[in-house]
DNA sequence: GTATATACATTCAGCAATGTATGTATAGGC
DNA sequence: GCCTATACATACATTGCTGAATGTATATAC
């Protein structure tokens, strides 16, 4: 090959991320070879070296390009002036636990964190990112809470901390015991009534408040 | 070294699945070698390959292991004659989740499965594993509800499928998320009310149930 | 007491992946 | 129309690991 102009090198870039995408899903991101990628790809190694670092930058940037439709559903259920931050809430937490089942690119990322990784060695500064990830989402779980309290959604005495991490495991723990066992149960049509069961506990259980008598 | 007895082979054996435990804990399955396992346990490649087939070999040795302290309590509570299956339940995912928290080894395990391993490659059957260890488990939760329905402990008509899928989701989907982020939550204090919100919600959610109306 | 299987240590060949160095043809600025 | 940076391809050296082969000293069976 020869010389390509600006906007084909920024294809050849996204081939080689979704190269990767393919292949850290069908052998693991650290069994996979930049070899795999490139004749994946259709180019060769020196392709690769010449967009990225190494492998585990190519991966980096393959987990930072897919982190933008959920933001903005998210945003809308923390802003203060919605009427009903709940009601965004569980729309979309179920689009969520909907994308994992129907959006097949986002299943194959889905997998790949929760299968096909390994958090060590290189990787531990990814280890270090998700759980900024984590917080950030946790934030947004918290700053929801607030309106859905002042709005009365939620009860006044419901614990922050403790009912934010729990739901915040509901969601996790929903899509990656699905991801092992997909067979078993219909997510797209549960969806709605795991979330459901979730914001019924937020709203009744006693045992998510700060003081248990209420 | 020279040739050792039977008992001292078997400690030999038992020193190369701990090695294998720190070292897969410490750089990954993948990431650690033979020789980082050898030097760890004391030994030489040579005694790891007389014991072991390879080194996926040995990663599966050090995940049997460990799979006996559970059972005896999950089985109590799906014996048809205890009369208060869901207080043995209760039990057992309280227990479950303080282990992860206070048992170095137990938690180590879980770190190893959810942040250290790429289920692919020679894993793959792995996977198969942990999804067969996942049906196992919910065949427990089912019969386990079974009894607490029949007891009046759960509501007649609660979804079984869902309720029990729902359920496992909530046990690892805390526990991952809490070996993310351990800083945020005492877990060991929170787990009891994250184990009662999910027996609440299980009891008295609308959306676990098979006709909505009751 | 001898023979043989056992429980390792040591050595070696070979591969596969990595990173780098170099080649090369063109795009785009002047 | 030339020059240079760009966008790759190709070739090479190095490394680290694996698996098997071999060595060896001792339990243990007989």
């Known amino acids: 090959m020869v010389r390509r102009t600006k906007a084909e090198a920024l294809q050849t870039r996204a081939q080689i991320l979704d190269a990767a995408e393919q292949v850290f899903h069908r052998k693991g991101v650290l069994s996979a070879s930049l070899k795999d990628i490139a004749s994946e790809a259709g180019v060769t190694r020196g392709a690769i070296y010449w967009h990225f670092k190494n492998k585990h930058d190519v991966f980096m940037a ?60 290189e990787n ?15 934030g947004r779980l918290t700053r929801t809470f607030a309106n859905a309290i002042a709005r009365g959604q939620l009860p006044k005495n419901l ?31 549960a969806a709605t009534d795991f979330v459901d069961t979730c914001l019924f506990a937020l709203q009744h259980s006693p045992s998510l408040r700060t003081s248990p008598g209420l």
Not at 161 to 189: F, Y
Request: proline share 5%; net charge negative; with cysteine.
């Open 124 to 138: 531990a500064d990814l280890l270090d990112r998700q759980r900024d990830a984590c917080r950030d989402s946790a």
């Open 62 to 121: 393959m987990v930072d390009r897919s982190r933008l439709p959920f933001d903005s559903l998210a945003e809308r259920a923390e802003d203060a002036s919605e009427p009903d931050p709940l009601g965004r809430l569980r729309e979309f937490m179920v689009y969520l636990l909907q994308q994992a089942v129907c959006d097949p690119g986002q299943r194959r990322l889905f997998e790949i964190m929760f299968q096909k990784c390994e958090f060590s060695g």
């Open 159 to 189: 614990d922050r901390v403790k009912s934010v991490t729990w739901l915040h495991s509901q969601l996790t723990g929903v899509i990656m015991n699905w991801l092992l066992d997909p067979e078993v149960l219909d997510l797209e049509r």
